[in-house]
């Protein structure tokens, strides 16, 4: 009997002192990062239990990343991105989460809290005083040197905003707001870039702030103009006097340098692909690239990627690209053209063929005999609808022609 006393008190014990495990509510959640001027940008996703693991989908209007790597540690819960080396870290109540979005490869941190059962994106106490569905001509940072063009396109439907800036060098994303009496709001997280648009509204004109982050900012403005267009990016980058061929020689993850005179590429149209891991408009551009050649395994076109990367090692900087070619399935090369840096300026230097490297992505378009047919200066993702399907129809006319040349 004793013996059954000991045991007992010693299972009792052992069930007394245990650690209850921490929980988290699943659902609907609202974060908010915290960037500069006291401003919040919103964002939902949702929390996902599936028996014992979590995953997470983010929003930003019709866009839903997925995210499947969502670990608990501790009082702690971390949510990794897809693709890119962004993730959401915080400590964790039922209902509640405070944390950092971090780069580490960037040394960026931006403070965020989470909470749970809040669906709404931005708080509209006001109905809307106008509404800005249509086209937006729009200048960035106007009478700076820094200063660019951009195409606001907008759909609202009550006081609800969705659309995007395109710009050059690609679009802003899939960007979601609202109007609320004379103040329009825009957000979007990707786990890249977190971007918030603030700006006083008319029925004719935009007054604002762009926001990146904690880390940048810059004013814009914008008049209503439904015929506006951008310069054509099919004309930005070019090759330079004296160059006749578009050539490189740069390493693959074993170390073996590939160049366009290599037997794979003899012969055969080859679209370069000037990208980096970090970049969303990349991003969207390689999604396509490899559909593309997924759905057409007939065509005889070869594709390379030169990736240019702001990971401190080489090693770091394969690692990114391996991620990305194993979630997003890429079979063609993407040979590391630089890493520590992603300056244009550096860039341009290892291709100095080139007039610039204006944008990534940067697509050139090469014929059989070598000879480059076109470039292409950044991209119009999903986000842009009309110019995303133009851009489709315009890339399968093309390399349909150079494959039968």
């Known amino acids: 009997m004793r013996s059954w006393g000991v045991l007992f008190f010693l299972v009792f014990i052992i069930f007394s002192c245990k650690k209850e495990e921490k929980q988290i509510n699943d659902g609907m959640w609202l974060a908010k990062l ?21 995953s997470a989908e983010i929003y930003n209007g019709e866009e839903i990343i997925l995210s499947e790597e969502v670990i608990f540690f501790k009082d702690s819960i971390l949510i990794k991105m897809p693709v890119f080396e962004g993730y959401l870290k915080g400590a964790y109540t039922l209902n509640r989460i405070e944390g950092s979005f971090v780069k580490e490869g960037l040394n ?17 106490n006001e109905p809307s005083e106008v509404s800005i569905s249509g086209i937006w001509e729009t200048n960035f940072s106007e009478g700076t040197d820094d200063a660019y063009l951009g195409k606001g396109i907008f759909i609202q439907n009550d006081n609800k905003v ?18 609320s009496g004379d103040s329009l709001k825009l957000s979007t997280f990707d786990g890249a870039h977190a971007f918030l648009f603030t700006a006083k509204v008319t029925d004719s004109t935009l007054n604002g702030v762009f926001y990146s982050g904690n880390h940048f900012k810059e004013p814009f403005v914008a008049k209503r103009n439904e015929v506006f267009e951008l310069p054509n990016e099919d004309n930005l980058t ?6 006749d061929v578009f050539d490189f020689s740069f390493p693959d993850e074993t170390g073996k340098l590939i160049s366009l005179s290599d037997d794979q590429f003899i012969d055969k149209p080859v679209i370069v692909q000037i990208m980096g891991t970090w970049c ?31 990971a401190k090692t080489d090693t770091l900087a394969f690692k990114s690209i391996n991620r990305l070619k194993d979630r997003v399935g890429v079979k ?48 119009n993702g ?14 399968e006319k093309l390399v349909s022609t150079l494959i039968s040349e």
């Open 34 to 54: 915290k960037v500069m001027d006291n401003q919040t940008l919103p964002f939902n996703f949702k929390l996902i239990k599936t028996n014992t693991s979590y």
């Open 108 to 124: 960026r941190s931006v403070p965020f809290v989470a909470e749970h059962g809040v669906t709404s994106r931005f708080q509209s």
């Open 162 to 179: 969705t659309g995007t800036f395109r710009t050059t060098t690609g679009d802003y994303r899939f960007l979601e707001g609202v109007v």
């Open 238 to 243: 070019y090759l330079k006097d004296g160059f």
């Open 280 to 310: 969303p408009n990349c991003l969207d551009e390689t999604k396509y690239l490899t559909n593309y050649l997924n759905e057409n395994p007939e065509n005889e076109i070869e594709v390379v990627a030169l990736a240019f990367e702001y």
């Open 332 to 379: 063609y090369p993407i040979l590391l053209a630089q890493y520590g840096s992603i300056d244009k300026d550096l860039a341009q230097e290892k291709l100095p063929m080139l007039n610039h490297v204006l944008s990534y992505p940067t697509t050139i378009f090469i014929d059989k005999k070598g000879e480059v047919r076109k470039i292409k200066t950044g991209f």
């Open 382 to 395: 999903p986000a842009t609808g009309d110019k995303f399907e133009a851009f489709k129809n315009d890339f």
